[in-house]
Structure formats: structure tokens, C-alpha cells
């Protein structure tokens, strides 16, 4: 995850305001993404997993 200025090879989506960017190859393979901030145990933070998906991803 960074934040960084959309380009050719890129996917821009807007959710309520907030613009997303994903490698057009990564959504293609992976389609969309869920992005979330919480709280488990200790850590605290953005999360980010495959809307698809059931428990996997990056946190």
C-alpha cells in the first residue's frame, strides 16, 4: 500500500470520495479489493484482503 498518482497500467476507483489505485494485472488476477482499519490484539491499522476472500490477504 502507498500513495501514489494513478498511471496507464493502473485501475482507479472512487469509494465515497476516497480514490483507490490498483495495478490493472493484480486486479485482473485478483479482482476487487477490500480495504478496512481495525483492530486485532495489539496491532491496529488499514488491512487490506481480496473481497473474495475468507481471511488471507496483507495486514
Do not use: P, Q, W
Amino acid at each position: 500500500m502507498s500513495l501514489e498518482e494513478a498511471t496507464e497500467t493502473d485501475v482507479e476507483t472512487d469509494v465515497n470520495g476516497i480514490k483507490f489505485v490498483v495495478d490493472k494485472d493484480l486486479h485482473k488476477r485478483f479482482g476487487a479489493v477490500k480495504v478496512d482499519y481495525g483492530t486485532k490484539m495489539f496491532r491496529k491499522g488499514f488491512m487490506i484482503s481480496l473481497e473474495s476472500d475468507d481471511g488471507g490477504g496483507c495486514h
